[in-house]
């Protein structure tokens, strides 16, 4: 689905909704049971679905099975919102995922932060370059996991042709004011840390964010973008803090509980998407399953 520069920034600036990535009971694919989880997240107006990223298991997939699932989820969506597609790992990996998300009709392009040990921020100018090329010249939006990088070397990101977006994903307003600041006014700055940081990220110049909750509850998710988007923070953050404990759920073992949280509450749904693949933690302990589940159920979301 093409868009106009406009559209697009329109589209940046709302709800990243990350997909899950489901498998069978062998942790074999199985993307038909993402069906009622998309259609439960377009009915509730999540404006941008996104494919292999984080809260999709991204880096436990090979590169086949993600080109796999970027297929499947176009076919799914049909049409009916524009796709974000997950791109990273080795540059030739990188490419050949990039190639086939655009042949599969993606919007744009989610770019990862290189995790690997020699990153040079100029060598990820060039990984950026080929990446675009691969993908026909596809819009980007960058994942900034790491900023300390520092200032200059973000705006070199974002002064190269095709950038769109920066997903920021540290902790860290006053960085993302400067980067702001630093970069070209047309860039959009997406809340890469998904409800509970938004609000800061939005006082600071940020617009729309990125959400693993849509798979469970994206009506939740959309009340607060629209709270957002009022300017209402006060409500924003009552909203958020209605969900405290389903992002406590998510972040504990050192976050390695964040995607098993979202497929636990999943599989409370009625929507089992299978375990999540190591190093991910699974299945949640009793305590952490009981605080799920009391999440749920206090918030009657289980049928």
């Known amino acids: 689905m093409a868009l106009s520069k406009a559209d697009l920034r329109g589209v940046l600036s709302g709800i990243s909704g990350i997909l899950v990535t489901p498998y069978d009971d062998n ?10 989880i998309i259609d439960r997240a377009l009915a509730a107006g999540v404006h941008f679905p996104v494919v292999n990223g984080n809260t999709g298991e991204f880096y436990a997939l090979t590169t086949q099975e993600a080109i796999t699932m970027a297929r499947s989820v176009a076919e799914m969506l049909d049409g009916r919102a524009p796709m974000l ?11 050949e995922l990039a190639k086939a998300s655009a042949d599969a009709g993606a919007t744009a392009l ?5 995790p690997d040990p020699f990153v040079a921020p100029r060598g990820v100018v060039e990984y950026l370059k080929r990446i675009a090329d691969a993908s026909g010249g596809l819009p980007m939006m960058l994942y900034l996991r790491n900023d300390t990088i520092g200032t200059k070397a973000i ?9 769109a977006g920066v997903k920021w994903a540290t902790p860290n307003p006053m960085k993302l004011a400067e980067a702001i600041n630093a970069c070209d006014p047309d860039i959009v700055w997406v809340g890469g840390l ?12 940020a617009r729309g964010f990125t959400s693993g909750l849509i798979n469970v509850w994206p009506e939740r998710s959309i009340a607060i973008h ?22 406590d759920v998510r972040a504990e073992e050192m976050n390695g509980t964040n995607v098993t949280g979202v497929k636990a509450a ?3 749904l009625g929507d089992d998407c299978g375990a999540t693949r190591p190093p991910s933690a699974w299945p949640l302990t009793d305590a952490q399953h009981e605080k799920l589940s009391a999440f749920m159920r206090h918030n009657n979301l289980l049928k």
């Open 226 to 247: 629209g709270a957002l988007e009022a300017g209402d923070y006060a409500k924003a953050r009552q909203l958020i803090g209605e969900m405290k404990a389903f992002e």
């Open 194 to 205: 998904a409800e509970t940081w938004a609000p800061a990220f939005y006082a600071v110049g």
């Open 110 to 114: 989610m770019v990862h932060q290189p």
């Open 27 to 36: 942790g074999d694919l199985a993307p038909s049971k993402l069906q009622p």
């Open 155 to 163: 705006e070199d990101l974002c002064a190269i042709d095709g950038v």
């Open 85 to 95: 597609a997950g791109i990273g790992r080795g540059v030739r990996d990188a490419c």
């Open 266 to 268: 999943l599989k409370l």
